[in-house]
């Protein structure tokens, strides 16, 4: 519980960043969100919720279609305001600066199709993570590009790849800059099944090195032990 | 600051690769400055009375043209909401997009106009201050120009919606732009004065463009 020791007085003012960045496999993280209250206009979305998830779990965030998986992802990494509750990073309340701490992979992929495979994921390395130095980062790239099987097509054009291959592209950015906590919107959409087991192996890896994947999904993502949150449509139909 | 210089050159790239904002921009102005002495006839005095004048509000619209796409294709595609989970808070993030916009659309503009200049029988010794102005002037015209830019970004064609907010905010930048130059022609003298302006204009767009374009951003992203 490195984090967790300092005392509270040492992050007032100043978001505990470099923690977060510096994070050795000892670090022992807790997101807990407490009674959370998300609307999209006046239409509640989530409301009420609250769970835990520490190092080295994944969640799989599930319910129908407009059940709010996504809204629920995208109040965890801060671009919606919670009409209530609270988002606590190893018990500090941080909600703006949470996002350091976060990958998002949403239903975009943010991809450049000017810039080849390789260009793109050395941009977000190097941008996401400015402490990298240039052979860094194209470490990380290759690495990153094999995991999920792009290391062939690094110098296509992205434009010319398949959906599939642009989702893998979009993924392969978890791996590009370290980060324990991994927000994951549907993550497997127009992936084939080799493809979602090389994502699923990926999500393994980094749970068991203690980090934390929330994804949300309405398939089955054949992560190892995973727990699971059936946000319920129920709840808000009134 | 790595970030945001990665940031820049990346737009900086992106820019020149899909080409389109820089032709766009440079061909308007290029086709507006030479429509106008057919337009006005062959006056010289009067063209070179009015090119100040003519070669600014060309610069304006055609800056005006190329600014949805400071942030739109970020936008439309995810990349927007990658970058805003780095480390630069969202008033960096757009210092960085309008100065990508600056140095691909304002500069390449200001380089053009002394030559575009000669069209409108523009003296060649007022060519060093015309230039000397829009290069102080310019930098609002990015900045400003983000707010807009930000602000309508959901809004499909929204071309005449940013013009309807942003031109009045270019008005400082014109009437200055314009006096310098006049002012030096007519031999008034005083354009000191004028540059000044133009710079304090720059400098509170410098300051004001990013935050109000944050704010609108993260409205947008919700």
Known sequence: MAAASHPGQEFCGKPPLLILSTRTSETFLILSIENLCVTRGERPIIDGLSFNVGSGEALVVMGANGSGKTTLLRALAGFIQPKSGAI???????????????????????????QTVAENLSFYAGFLDDTLSQAEISDRVEDALARFALDRLASVPSGYLSAGQKRRLALARVLCAARPIWLL??????????????????INAHVASGGVAIAATHLDLGVGPARTLQLDQKARSA | MTAFFRLVVRDLELAFRDGGALGTALGFFLMVVAMMPLGLGPDLNLLSKLAPGILWIALLLSALLSLPRMFES????????????????????????????????????????????????LDLASAPLLVTAMILGTPAISFLGAIGAALTLKAKRSGLLLALLVLPLYVPTLIFGISALTNQILNTGGAGSSLMILSAVSLFALVLGPIASAAALRAQMQ
């Open chain 1, 88 to 114: 606590l990073l190893d018990g500090h309340s941080e909600d703006a600066r949470i996002s350091d701490a976060c990958h998002y992979v949403g239903h975009l992929n943010a991809i450049k199709t000017s």
């Open chain 2, 74 to 121: 970020d936008f439309d595609d995810g990349a927007l909401e990658v970058i805003a989970m780095g480390p630069l808070p969202l008033e960096l993030i757009v210092i960085a997009k309008a100065t990508a916009h600056w140095l691909t659309t304002g500069l390449p503009l200001v380089l053009l106009a002394p030559v575009l200049g000669l069209l409108l029988n």
């Open chain 1, 185 to 202: 919107d549907e993550p497997t959409t127009s992936l084939d099944q080799e493809s979602t087991t090389q994502l699923a192996s990926v």
